[in-house]
């Protein structure tokens, strides 16, 4: 366990909440200067904010810049090295609840304007458009599966001269297009830290008028990126 490592991961997840849900309550909050801006937009913001996270990680000690415990299975997979599994996963989460809390209180007068209850609820977690487990399970997966493919491809030792700041460009790149076009289903959680943290800060915190948390759902944003990284591991390795 690398403390440091930890701290890294831990900021980085901060600041991809933190931009990323500070994105959709921008869009769906009442009396927000951003509200309706749509669905290009908080992809848009979503991908730039996994490309700030992944600068803010690096800078404060984690070389990996995971932020997403699927990521973190994915790679310790096609490493066969399991040791950042127990320090990098914890961090993520708390620091993806960090990131939500911060939300809470960047727009705390805008909560009380809000009378729509997915809507409150849609910022900090992700929820399907149409109610369909086997396919919300499978847009999940799918997404995941994509992800970890793409990033093995973006840093494969083939891309030659590959710069870190343009392999951070690219992954957002990555995202956005994953969100772009897979991303109308369940909203692309494609990551257990980023839908669980805030989902746990949904539930404690004292919105006005938040409604439940949809704990029946939230497995699936969990489970299936797990599954979906593990699949694009052993698929990667079987390939190599």
């Known amino acids: 366990m690398n ?11 901060f600041v991809l909440i933190l931009l990323g849900n500070g994105v959709v309550a921008g869009v769906l909050l009442k009396k927000s200067k951003a509200e309706g801006s749509g669905w290009i937009v908080i992809t848009t913001a979503w991908a730039l904010a996994v490309i700030m996270g992944v600068f803010v990680a690096k800078a404060f000690g984690s070389p990996s810049a995971h932020l997403n415990p699927a990521v973190t299975l994915g790679f310790a997979i096609l490493d066969n090295d399991y040791s950042k599994l127990f320090s990098f996963i914890p961090a993520q989460i708390l620091g993806a609840a960090l990131g939500a809390f911060f939300v809470y209180l960047h727009y705390f007068p805008h909560w009380k304007e809000t009378n729509e ?27 995941t599966f994509l992800l970890i493919l793409g990033i093995y491809s973006i840093f494969h030792p083939s891309m030659i001269g590959l710069t870190v700041h343009m392999g951070a460009f690219l992954v957002g790149v990555l995202v956005w297009a994953i969100g772009l076009s897979l991303g109308g289903t369940t909203g692309y959680a494609i990551n257990p830290a980023r839908d669980l943290g805030p989902r746990i800060m949904h539930s404690i915190l004292p919105i006005p008028g938040k409604g439940k948390s949809n704990w029946q759902y939230a497995w699936i944003p969990v489970v299936a990126p797990l599954t979906g990284a593990v699949v694009a591991a052993f698929l990667i390795l079987w390939l190599k």
């Open 3 to 13: 403390p440091v490592e930890m701290i890294g991961e831990f900021l980085g997840t």
């Open 117 to 143: 209850k997915s809507a409150i609820l849609a910022i900090f977690s992700t929820e399907p458009a149409i109610s369909h487990r086997p396919s919300n399970f499978f847009s999940e997966f799918l997404g």
